[in-house]
Protein backbone atom coordinates (compact mmCIF):
# COMPACT_ATOMS: atom_id res chain seq x y z
CA UNK A 1 0.00 0.00 0.00
CA UNK A 2 1.49 3.33 -1.10
CA UNK A 3 1.98 6.17 1.75
CA UNK A 4 -0.79 8.24 0.38
CA UNK A 5 -3.03 5.25 0.49
CA UNK A 6 -2.01 3.96 3.90
CA UNK A 7 -2.46 8.07 5.33
CA UNK A 8 -5.74 8.58 4.12
CA UNK A 9 -7.01 5.09 5.11
CA UNK A 10 -5.52 6.50 8.85
CA UNK A 11 -7.36 9.71 8.75
CA UNK A 12 -10.50 8.24 7.86
CA UNK A 13 -10.17 5.42 10.99
CA UNK A 14 -9.72 8.32 12.65
CA UNK A 15 -12.43 9.99 12.47
CA UNK A 16 -14.74 7.24 12.38
CA UNK A 17 -13.70 6.50 15.93
CA UNK A 18 -13.98 9.71 17.29
CA UNK A 19 -17.10 9.82 15.64
CA UNK A 20 -18.04 6.96 17.31
CA UNK A 21 -17.09 7.80 20.76
CA UNK A 22 -18.63 11.45 20.40
CA UNK A 23 -22.29 11.01 21.86
CA UNK A 24 -21.23 7.85 24.25
CA UNK A 25 -18.16 9.63 26.16
CA UNK A 26 -19.71 13.47 25.98
CA UNK A 27 -22.93 12.04 27.67
CA UNK A 28 -20.93 10.11 30.24
CA UNK A 29 -18.85 12.86 30.92
CA UNK A 30 -21.87 14.81 31.46
CA UNK A 31 -23.21 12.55 34.08
CA UNK A 32 -19.94 12.50 35.91
CA UNK A 33 -20.50 16.44 36.63
CA UNK A 34 -24.21 16.64 37.25
CA UNK A 35 -24.27 13.03 39.56
CA UNK A 36 -25.43 14.06 43.26
CA UNK A 37 -23.91 11.20 44.70
CA UNK A 38 -20.26 10.33 45.07
CA UNK A 39 -18.85 7.01 45.49
CA UNK A 40 -17.07 5.18 48.34
CA UNK A 41 -13.62 5.93 47.19
CA UNK A 42 -14.61 9.69 46.67
CA UNK A 43 -15.99 10.13 49.92
CA UNK A 44 -12.79 8.44 51.10
CA UNK A 45 -10.30 11.31 49.30
CA UNK A 46 -12.58 14.04 50.06
CA UNK A 47 -11.80 12.92 53.84
CA UNK A 48 -8.59 12.29 53.23
CA UNK A 49 -8.01 15.82 51.79
CA UNK A 50 -10.19 17.40 54.47
CA UNK A 51 -12.90 19.09 52.13
CA UNK A 52 -16.44 19.39 52.45
CA UNK A 53 -17.50 18.04 49.12
CA UNK A 54 -21.34 19.67 49.38
CA UNK A 55 -19.79 23.19 49.51
CA UNK A 56 -19.81 24.92 46.41
CA UNK A 57 -17.22 27.67 46.07
CA UNK A 58 -17.10 31.48 44.34
CA UNK A 59 -14.24 31.66 41.47
CA UNK A 60 -11.70 33.10 43.79
CA UNK A 61 -12.04 30.32 46.37
CA UNK A 62 -11.82 27.65 43.27
CA UNK A 63 -9.12 29.78 41.72
CA UNK A 64 -7.31 29.38 44.93
CA UNK A 65 -7.82 25.48 45.61
CA UNK A 66 -6.75 25.06 41.87
CA UNK A 67 -3.22 27.33 42.69
CA UNK A 68 -2.32 25.40 46.60
CA UNK A 69 -3.10 22.00 44.52
CA UNK A 70 -0.88 22.83 41.71
CA UNK A 71 1.97 24.28 43.72
CA UNK A 72 2.10 21.21 46.39
CA UNK A 73 2.05 19.36 43.10
CA UNK A 74 5.57 21.54 41.82
CA UNK A 75 7.58 21.05 45.35
CA UNK A 76 6.94 17.93 45.34
CA UNK A 77 8.08 16.66 42.14
CA UNK A 78 10.37 19.08 42.22
CA UNK A 79 11.97 17.01 45.40
CA UNK A 80 11.26 13.84 44.01
CA UNK A 81 13.87 14.43 40.93
CA UNK A 82 16.54 16.13 43.71
CA UNK A 83 16.01 13.12 45.63
CA UNK A 84 16.41 10.13 42.85
CA UNK A 85 19.24 8.58 44.12
CA UNK A 86 18.23 7.88 47.59
CA UNK A 87 14.83 6.53 45.69
CA UNK A 88 14.23 3.07 44.73
CA UNK A 89 14.01 2.00 41.40
CA UNK A 90 16.70 4.93 40.27
CA UNK A 91 18.56 2.50 38.09
CA UNK A 92 21.64 3.88 39.61
CA UNK A 93 21.18 7.29 38.62
CA UNK A 94 22.02 10.39 40.59
CA UNK A 95 19.36 13.03 41.35
CA UNK A 96 18.12 15.18 39.15
CA UNK A 97 20.13 19.03 38.70
CA UNK A 98 18.35 21.25 40.36
CA UNK A 99 17.27 23.69 36.97
CA UNK A 100 16.38 20.62 35.22
CA UNK A 101 14.48 19.54 38.03
CA UNK A 102 12.71 22.70 37.94
CA UNK A 103 11.84 23.23 34.67
CA UNK A 104 10.51 19.49 34.47
CA UNK A 105 8.15 20.17 37.43
CA UNK A 106 6.78 23.53 35.87
CA UNK A 107 6.59 21.44 32.53
CA UNK A 108 4.58 18.57 34.08
CA UNK A 109 2.50 20.52 36.53
CA UNK A 110 1.20 23.16 33.54
CA UNK A 111 0.35 20.40 31.52
CA UNK A 112 3.60 21.08 28.86
CA UNK A 113 6.02 18.16 29.08
CA UNK A 114 8.24 19.66 27.70
CA UNK A 115 11.39 17.72 28.27
CA UNK A 116 15.10 19.38 27.65
CA UNK A 117 17.13 16.33 28.99
CA UNK A 118 16.58 12.99 27.34
CA UNK A 119 14.68 10.51 30.19
CA UNK A 120 15.82 7.14 29.71
CA UNK A 121 19.64 8.80 30.87
CA UNK A 122 18.19 11.12 33.22
CA UNK A 123 15.05 9.30 34.98
CA UNK A 124 14.48 6.38 37.03
CA UNK A 125 11.37 3.97 36.84
CA UNK A 126 10.30 5.72 40.19
CA UNK A 127 10.39 9.01 38.86
CA UNK A 128 8.72 8.33 35.45
CA UNK A 129 5.12 6.37 37.03
CA UNK A 130 5.09 7.59 40.58
CA UNK A 131 6.42 11.48 39.58
CA UNK A 132 5.71 12.31 36.03
CA UNK A 133 3.10 9.86 35.04
CA UNK A 134 1.18 11.06 38.09
CA UNK A 135 1.51 14.29 37.50
CA UNK A 136 -0.30 13.49 33.98
CA UNK A 137 -3.46 12.34 35.03
CA UNK A 138 -3.55 15.64 37.66
CA UNK A 139 -2.58 18.33 35.82
CA UNK A 140 -5.02 17.00 32.77
CA UNK A 141 -7.02 16.98 35.45
CA UNK A 142 -7.34 20.39 36.21
CA UNK A 143 -7.77 21.77 33.08
CA UNK A 144 -11.45 19.81 32.37
CA UNK A 145 -12.53 21.06 36.00
CA UNK A 146 -11.61 24.39 35.02
CA UNK A 147 -13.71 24.01 31.56
CA UNK A 148 -16.56 22.24 33.62
CA UNK A 149 -16.31 25.37 36.05
CA UNK A 150 -16.57 27.67 32.96
CA UNK A 151 -19.64 25.71 31.92
CA UNK A 152 -21.42 26.23 35.24
CA UNK A 153 -21.05 29.93 35.10
CA UNK A 154 -23.03 30.42 31.88
CA UNK A 155 -25.68 27.37 33.12
CA UNK A 156 -26.14 29.13 36.63
CA UNK A 157 -27.75 32.37 37.11
CA UNK A 158 -27.52 34.73 40.44
CA UNK A 159 -24.73 33.12 41.84
CA UNK A 160 -21.35 33.11 42.76
CA UNK A 161 -20.75 29.89 42.95
CA UNK A 162 -19.32 27.49 40.58
CA UNK A 163 -18.76 24.14 42.28
CA UNK A 164 -16.38 22.40 43.93
CA UNK A 165 -12.97 22.10 42.63
CA UNK A 166 -11.96 18.73 44.70
CA UNK A 167 -14.75 17.15 43.57
CA UNK A 168 -14.33 18.10 39.82
CA UNK A 169 -10.73 17.29 40.25
CA UNK A 170 -11.61 13.90 42.47
CA UNK A 171 -14.13 12.64 39.90
CA UNK A 172 -12.09 13.60 36.75
CA UNK A 173 -9.49 11.29 37.81
CA UNK A 174 -11.36 8.05 39.28
CA UNK A 175 -14.65 8.45 36.80
CA UNK A 176 -13.06 9.65 34.01
CA UNK A 177 -9.20 9.30 33.50
CA UNK A 178 -8.23 5.98 35.16
CA UNK A 179 -10.91 4.13 33.52
CA UNK A 180 -10.34 5.46 30.06
CA UNK A 181 -6.36 4.65 30.83
CA UNK A 182 -6.26 1.46 31.78
CA UNK A 183 -8.36 0.39 29.03
CA UNK A 184 -6.09 2.70 26.51
CA UNK A 185 -2.92 0.62 28.03
CA UNK A 186 -4.25 -2.45 27.61
CA UNK A 187 -4.71 -1.59 24.07
CA UNK A 188 -0.97 -0.24 23.73
CA UNK A 189 0.54 -3.15 25.37
CA UNK A 190 -1.99 -5.25 22.69
CA UNK A 191 0.17 -3.45 20.29
CA UNK A 192 3.61 -3.89 21.27
CA UNK A 193 4.70 -1.05 23.99
CA UNK A 194 6.82 -2.13 26.07
CA UNK A 195 5.61 -2.64 29.63
CA UNK A 196 7.48 -3.65 32.57
CA UNK A 197 10.21 -2.61 35.10
CA UNK A 198 12.99 -3.98 33.60
CA UNK A 199 16.64 -2.31 33.50
CA UNK A 200 18.83 -1.26 30.62
CA UNK A 201 19.74 -4.22 28.16
CA UNK A 202 23.02 -4.02 26.45
CA UNK A 203 22.67 -5.08 22.54
CA UNK A 204 24.58 -4.29 19.36
CA UNK A 205 23.42 -2.51 16.62
CA UNK A 206 23.61 -3.03 12.81
CA UNK A 207 26.62 -1.32 12.62
CA UNK A 208 28.00 -3.65 15.62
CA UNK A 209 28.33 -0.87 18.32
CA UNK A 210 27.39 -1.29 21.55
CA UNK A 211 23.95 0.38 22.72
CA UNK A 212 22.13 0.51 26.55
CA UNK A 213 18.12 0.37 25.89
CA UNK A 214 16.62 0.64 29.14
CA UNK A 215 12.96 -1.17 29.42
CA UNK A 216 9.91 0.71 31.87
CA UNK A 217 6.38 0.98 32.76
CA UNK A 218 5.94 2.65 29.37
CA UNK A 219 2.57 1.81 28.09
CA UNK A 220 1.34 3.32 31.73
CA UNK A 221 2.82 6.48 30.41
CA UNK A 222 2.32 6.26 27.00
CA UNK A 223 -1.32 6.25 27.29
CA UNK A 224 -2.34 9.03 30.04
CA UNK A 225 0.69 11.24 27.95
CA UNK A 226 -1.94 11.24 25.11
CA UNK A 227 -5.17 10.46 26.46
CA UNK A 228 -4.62 14.07 29.11
CA UNK A 229 -2.89 15.84 26.10
CA UNK A 230 0.21 15.81 28.05
CA UNK A 231 3.12 14.57 25.60
CA UNK A 232 5.93 13.91 27.77
CA UNK A 233 8.23 10.74 26.51
CA UNK A 234 9.49 7.59 28.41
CA UNK A 235 12.17 7.89 25.89
CA UNK A 236 13.95 11.07 24.31
CA UNK A 237 12.71 10.25 20.80
CA UNK A 238 9.19 10.05 22.30
CA UNK A 239 6.75 8.39 19.85
CA UNK A 240 9.14 7.85 17.71
CA UNK A 241 10.61 5.50 19.30
CA UNK A 242 9.47 1.89 18.56
CA UNK A 243 8.84 1.17 22.41
CA UNK A 244 6.77 3.85 22.73
CA UNK A 245 4.97 3.59 19.07
CA UNK A 246 5.54 0.38 17.25
CA UNK A 247 3.29 0.28 14.23
CA UNK A 248 0.97 2.26 12.48
CA UNK A 249 -2.00 0.24 14.62
CA UNK A 250 -0.74 1.74 17.88
CA UNK A 251 0.03 5.40 16.31
CA UNK A 252 -3.20 5.37 15.08
CA UNK A 253 -4.89 4.55 18.40
CA UNK A 254 -2.54 7.04 19.98
CA UNK A 255 -4.12 9.99 17.56
CA UNK A 256 -7.15 9.07 18.95
CA UNK A 257 -6.04 9.15 22.35
CA UNK A 258 -5.14 12.92 22.31
CA UNK A 259 -7.87 13.77 20.11
CA UNK A 260 -10.73 11.68 21.99
CA UNK A 261 -11.14 14.24 25.75
CA UNK A 262 -11.17 17.38 24.29
CA UNK A 263 -13.56 15.98 20.89
CA UNK A 264 -15.94 14.94 23.30
CA UNK A 265 -15.94 17.57 25.71
CA UNK A 266 -18.14 19.91 23.55
CA UNK A 267 -20.86 17.08 23.25
CA UNK A 268 -20.78 17.51 27.37
CA UNK A 269 -20.79 21.36 26.92
CA UNK A 270 -24.27 21.28 24.64
CA UNK A 271 -25.61 18.89 27.47
CA UNK A 272 -24.26 21.00 30.17
CA UNK A 273 -26.02 24.31 28.57
CA UNK A 274 -29.22 22.29 27.53
CA UNK A 275 -28.41 23.10 24.06
CA UNK A 276 -26.64 20.45 22.25
CA UNK A 277 -26.24 22.45 18.83
CA UNK A 278 -23.76 24.75 20.57
CA UNK A 279 -21.31 21.83 21.41
CA UNK A 280 -21.94 21.18 17.92
CA UNK A 281 -21.21 24.24 17.05
CA UNK A 282 -18.02 24.45 18.57
CA UNK A 283 -16.93 21.06 17.25
CA UNK A 284 -17.43 22.57 13.87
CA UNK A 285 -14.76 25.45 14.45
CA UNK A 286 -12.50 22.90 16.12
CA UNK A 287 -12.91 20.43 13.54
CA UNK A 288 -12.40 23.00 10.30
CA UNK A 289 -8.87 24.47 11.89
CA UNK A 290 -7.55 21.14 12.47
CA UNK A 291 -8.68 19.85 9.01
CA UNK A 292 -6.85 22.81 7.45
CA UNK A 293 -3.93 22.60 9.51
CA UNK A 294 -3.61 18.73 8.70
CA UNK A 295 -4.12 19.03 5.08
CA UNK A 296 -1.32 22.03 4.93
CA UNK A 297 1.02 20.38 7.00
CA UNK A 298 0.24 16.88 4.55
CA UNK A 299 1.00 18.92 1.66
CA UNK A 300 4.32 20.75 2.16
CA UNK A 301 5.96 17.36 3.76
CA UNK A 302 4.61 15.43 0.87
CA UNK A 303 5.55 17.99 -1.62
CA UNK A 304 9.17 18.37 -0.30
CA UNK A 305 10.83 22.09 0.45
CA UNK A 306 13.82 21.68 -1.76
CA UNK A 307 15.50 20.37 -4.69
CA UNK A 308 17.06 17.65 -2.20
CA UNK A 309 14.20 16.46 -0.91
CA UNK A 310 12.57 16.58 -4.28
CA UNK A 311 15.69 14.95 -6.07
CA UNK A 312 15.42 12.10 -2.95
CA UNK A 313 11.32 11.86 -3.72
CA UNK A 314 10.45 12.53 -0.21
CA UNK A 315 11.05 14.84 2.90
CA UNK A 316 12.12 11.92 5.04
CA UNK A 317 14.40 13.19 6.94
CA UNK A 318 13.75 12.81 10.61
CA UNK A 319 10.90 10.84 10.07
CA UNK A 320 10.27 7.08 10.62
CA UNK A 321 9.69 4.55 7.95
CA UNK A 322 6.87 2.84 9.08
CA UNK A 323 4.59 5.93 9.61
CA UNK A 324 5.42 7.51 6.69
CA UNK A 325 4.46 11.37 5.38
CA UNK A 326 1.37 10.93 5.63
CA UNK A 327 1.19 9.38 9.27
CA UNK A 328 3.64 12.13 10.60
CA UNK A 329 1.82 15.22 9.19
CA UNK A 330 -1.38 13.70 11.08
CA UNK A 331 0.88 12.98 13.98
CA UNK A 332 1.80 16.76 14.06
CA UNK A 333 -1.18 18.68 13.26
CA UNK A 334 -2.97 16.90 15.88
CA UNK A 335 -0.24 17.01 18.56
CA UNK A 336 0.21 21.01 18.33
CA UNK A 337 -3.47 21.59 17.43
CA UNK A 338 -4.14 20.15 21.10
CA UNK A 339 -1.30 20.77 23.79
CA UNK A 340 0.12 17.33 23.95
CA UNK A 341 3.13 17.84 22.09
CA UNK A 342 4.38 14.41 21.58
CA UNK A 343 5.85 13.64 18.20
CA UNK A 344 6.74 10.37 16.03
CA UNK A 345 8.65 12.94 13.85
CA UNK A 346 11.87 15.38 14.41
CA UNK A 347 9.43 18.63 13.48
CA UNK A 348 12.70 20.40 13.36
CA UNK A 349 13.39 18.23 10.32
CA UNK A 350 9.86 19.06 8.99
CA UNK A 351 10.76 21.82 5.84
CA UNK A 352 10.44 25.44 6.85
CA UNK A 353 6.61 26.09 5.84
CA UNK A 354 5.59 22.12 7.55
CA UNK A 355 7.76 23.07 10.59
CA UNK A 356 6.25 26.30 10.14
CA UNK A 357 2.37 25.16 9.92
CA UNK A 358 3.05 23.29 13.12
CA UNK A 359 4.22 26.39 14.97
CA UNK A 360 1.43 28.34 13.49
CA UNK A 361 -0.94 25.65 14.69
CA UNK A 362 0.07 25.96 18.68
CA UNK A 363 0.04 29.81 18.08
CA UNK A 364 -3.93 29.71 17.68
CA UNK A 365 -3.77 28.81 21.35
CA UNK A 366 -4.19 25.74 20.92
CA UNK A 367 -8.03 25.22 20.56
CA UNK A 368 -8.08 22.63 17.55
CA UNK A 369 -9.86 21.02 19.90
CA UNK A 370 -6.91 21.83 22.16
CA UNK A 371 -5.71 20.39 25.63
CA UNK A 372 -7.76 18.17 27.44
CA UNK A 373 -10.30 20.96 28.65
CA UNK A 374 -7.82 24.05 27.74
CA UNK A 375 -8.98 23.38 24.37
CA UNK A 376 -12.71 23.86 25.50
CA UNK A 377 -12.37 26.93 27.57
CA UNK A 378 -10.07 28.74 25.01
CA UNK A 379 -12.67 28.26 22.38
CA UNK A 380 -15.50 29.53 24.44
CA UNK A 381 -13.06 32.81 25.35
CA UNK A 382 -12.58 33.04 21.70
CA UNK A 383 -16.31 32.80 21.15
CA UNK A 384 -17.14 35.32 23.91
CA UNK A 385 -14.81 37.72 21.35
CA UNK A 386 -16.86 36.54 18.25
CA UNK A 387 -20.15 37.39 19.43
CA UNK A 388 -18.45 40.75 20.65
CA UNK A 389 -16.76 41.60 17.00
CA UNK A 390 -20.56 40.84 16.31
CA UNK A 391 -22.65 42.98 18.04
CA UNK A 392 -20.16 46.00 17.44
CA UNK A 393 -20.86 45.32 13.59
CA UNK A 394 -24.88 45.70 14.27
CA UNK A 395 -24.98 47.88 17.10
CA UNK A 396 -26.22 45.41 19.79
CA UNK A 397 -25.12 44.53 23.15
CA UNK A 398 -23.42 41.23 22.42
CA UNK A 399 -24.84 38.15 24.10
CA UNK A 400 -23.26 34.54 24.46
CA UNK A 401 -25.73 31.75 26.16
CA UNK A 402 -27.78 33.97 27.34
CA UNK A 403 -25.29 36.00 28.74
CA UNK A 404 -24.45 39.83 28.41
CA UNK A 405 -20.92 40.18 27.36
CA UNK A 406 -20.42 43.91 29.17
CA UNK A 407 -17.09 45.91 29.36
CA UNK A 408 -16.07 44.02 32.32
CA UNK A 409 -16.27 40.32 30.65
CA UNK A 410 -14.22 41.93 27.57
CA UNK A 411 -11.62 43.25 29.80
CA UNK A 412 -11.18 39.33 30.79
CA UNK A 413 -11.42 38.15 27.69
CA UNK A 414 -8.42 40.70 26.11
CA UNK A 415 -6.45 39.91 28.94
CA UNK A 416 -6.97 36.05 28.24
CA UNK A 417 -5.92 36.73 24.84
CA UNK A 418 -3.11 38.97 25.19
CA UNK A 419 -1.54 36.85 27.72
CA UNK A 420 0.15 33.92 26.20
CA UNK A 421 1.48 36.28 22.87
CA UNK A 422 2.59 38.49 25.87
CA UNK A 423 5.13 35.64 26.87
CA UNK A 424 5.94 34.24 23.32
CA UNK A 425 6.96 36.98 22.21
CA UNK A 426 8.89 38.59 24.96
CA UNK A 427 10.70 35.39 26.24
CA UNK A 428 11.67 34.86 22.52
CA UNK A 429 13.10 38.61 22.08
CA UNK A 430 15.27 38.26 25.52
CA UNK A 431 16.66 34.75 24.22
CA UNK A 432 17.39 36.44 20.94
CA UNK A 433 18.69 39.75 22.63
CA UNK A 434 21.30 37.73 25.18
CA UNK A 435 24.63 35.56 24.34
CA UNK A 436 24.53 33.41 26.36
CA UNK A 437 21.12 32.31 25.08
CA UNK A 438 22.06 32.75 21.43
CA UNK A 439 25.01 30.04 21.81
CA UNK A 440 22.62 27.25 22.29
CA UNK A 441 21.34 27.85 19.06
CA UNK A 442 22.82 25.31 16.01
CA UNK A 443 21.71 27.10 13.22
CA UNK A 444 23.23 30.62 14.67
CA UNK A 445 22.27 33.47 12.38
CA UNK A 446 19.97 31.94 10.00
CA UNK A 447 16.17 32.11 9.53
CA UNK A 448 16.27 28.37 11.24
CA UNK A 449 17.95 29.54 14.33
CA UNK A 450 15.55 31.99 15.23
CA UNK A 451 12.05 29.84 14.63
CA UNK A 452 13.77 27.32 16.79
CA UNK A 453 13.56 30.41 19.93
CA UNK A 454 10.53 31.24 18.58
CA UNK A 455 9.00 27.54 18.55
CA UNK A 456 10.32 26.92 22.22
CA UNK A 457 8.49 29.56 23.49
CA UNK A 458 5.37 29.26 21.91
CA UNK A 459 5.28 25.49 22.99
CA UNK A 460 5.97 26.98 26.53
CA UNK A 461 3.36 29.47 26.59
CA UNK A 462 0.85 27.82 24.91
CA UNK A 463 1.74 24.46 27.50
CA UNK A 464 2.44 22.29 24.21
CA UNK A 465 5.50 20.39 24.83
CA UNK A 466 7.05 19.97 21.77
CA UNK A 467 10.21 20.64 19.69
CA UNK A 468 12.71 21.94 17.19
CA UNK A 469 15.57 19.98 18.20
CA UNK A 470 18.31 22.34 16.89
CA UNK A 471 17.89 24.62 20.09
CA UNK A 472 20.03 22.77 23.40
CA UNK A 473 17.84 24.10 26.11
CA UNK A 474 19.10 21.87 29.21
CA UNK A 475 20.92 25.33 30.12
CA UNK A 476 20.54 27.95 32.52
CA UNK A 477 18.85 30.08 31.03
CA UNK A 478 16.13 27.95 29.12
CA UNK A 479 15.40 25.64 32.09
CA UNK A 480 14.36 28.93 33.96
CA UNK A 481 12.70 31.18 31.24
CA UNK A 482 10.78 28.50 29.53
CA UNK A 483 9.96 27.13 33.27
CA UNK A 484 8.61 30.58 33.94
CA UNK A 485 7.03 30.70 30.72
CA UNK A 486 4.89 27.43 31.19
CA UNK A 487 3.30 28.05 34.67
CA UNK A 488 2.53 31.79 33.86
CA UNK A 489 0.79 30.79 30.86
CA UNK A 490 -0.71 28.05 32.31
CA UNK A 491 -2.02 29.97 35.52
CA UNK A 492 -3.03 33.28 34.99
CA UNK A 493 -5.18 32.13 31.61
CA UNK A 494 -7.13 29.77 34.54
CA UNK A 495 -7.31 32.47 36.43
CA UNK A 496 -8.86 35.13 33.98
CA UNK A 497 -11.28 31.95 32.50
CA UNK A 498 -12.54 31.38 36.13
CA UNK A 499 -13.40 35.24 37.27
CA UNK A 500 -15.08 35.23 33.87
CA UNK A 501 -17.07 32.66 34.98
CA UNK A 502 -18.22 33.85 37.76
CA UNK A 503 -19.14 37.12 36.34
CA UNK A 504 -21.14 35.14 33.87
CA UNK A 505 -22.79 33.48 36.94
CA UNK A 506 -23.94 36.33 38.84
CA UNK A 507 -25.33 37.55 36.21
CA UNK A 508 -29.41 36.59 34.92
CA UNK A 509 -30.06 35.26 31.73
CA UNK A 510 -31.80 37.16 29.11
CA UNK A 511 -34.22 36.52 26.89
CA UNK A 512 -33.64 35.49 23.01
CA UNK A 513 -34.74 37.88 20.52
CA UNK A 514 -35.21 38.63 17.11
CA UNK A 515 -31.76 40.48 17.04
CA UNK A 516 -29.51 37.91 19.43
CA UNK A 517 -26.95 36.02 17.27
CA UNK A 518 -27.79 32.67 16.81
CA UNK A 519 -24.85 30.95 18.36
CA UNK A 520 -25.28 27.41 16.46
CA UNK A 521 -25.24 27.94 12.71
CA UNK A 522 -22.91 27.97 10.42
CA UNK A 523 -22.40 32.00 10.28
CA UNK A 524 -21.00 31.87 13.64
CA UNK A 525 -19.34 29.21 12.63
CA UNK A 526 -17.16 31.02 10.27
CA UNK A 527 -17.14 34.14 12.18
CA UNK A 528 -15.43 31.94 15.25
CA UNK A 529 -13.00 30.41 12.38
CA UNK A 530 -12.15 33.80 11.08
CA UNK A 531 -11.76 35.72 14.60
CA UNK A 532 -9.09 32.74 15.39
CA UNK A 533 -6.94 32.75 12.42
CA UNK A 534 -6.96 37.10 12.41
CA UNK A 535 -6.47 37.70 15.73
CA UNK A 536 -3.57 34.95 16.15
CA UNK A 537 -2.14 36.29 12.62
CA UNK A 538 -1.73 39.56 13.33
CA UNK A 539 -0.19 39.11 16.58
CA UNK A 540 2.35 36.78 15.33
CA UNK A 541 2.55 37.51 11.58
CA UNK A 542 5.66 39.73 12.23
CA UNK A 543 7.52 37.23 13.56
CA UNK A 544 6.66 34.49 11.54
CA UNK A 545 7.79 36.22 8.67
CA UNK A 546 11.83 36.40 10.19
CA UNK A 547 11.61 32.82 10.98
CA UNK A 548 9.64 30.25 9.01
CA UNK A 549 8.17 32.41 6.19
CA UNK A 550 11.38 33.61 5.47
CA UNK A 551 13.30 30.32 5.49
CA UNK A 552 10.40 28.81 3.33
CA UNK A 553 9.95 31.43 0.46
Not at 6 to 28: F, N, V
Not at 286 to 299: G, H, Q
Not at 523 to 543: D, Q, S
Amino acid sequence: MSDTAAGLLQAALLLLLLAAAYRPLGGYLARVYTAGRDTRVERGAYKMLGVDAKADQTWAVYARSVLAFSVVGLVLLYLLQRLQAYLPLSLGLPGVGSGSAFNTAASFVSNTNWQSYSPEATMGHLIQFAGLAVQNFLSAAVGIAVAIALIRGFSRSRTERLGNFWVDLTRTVLRVLLPLAVVGGLVLVATGVVQNFSGAHEVTTLTGQPQSVPGGPVAGQEVIKQLGTNGGGFYNANSGHPFENPNPVSNLFEIFLLLLIPVCLTRTFGLLVKDTRQGSAVLGVMATLWAVFTIAATAFETRGGGSATQAAGAAMEGKETRFGEWASALFAASTTGTSTGAVNAAHDSFTPLGGGTALFHMMLGEVSPGGAGSGLYGMLVLAVLAVFVAGLMVGRTPEYLGKKVTAREMKLVSLYILTTPALVLTGSAIAMGLATARASIFNTGSPHGFTEVLYAFTSAGNNNGSAFGGLSANVPFYNTALGVVMLLGRFLPILLVLALAGSFARQQPVPVTDGTLPTHRALFVTLLVGVVLIVTGLTYFPALTLGPLAEGL
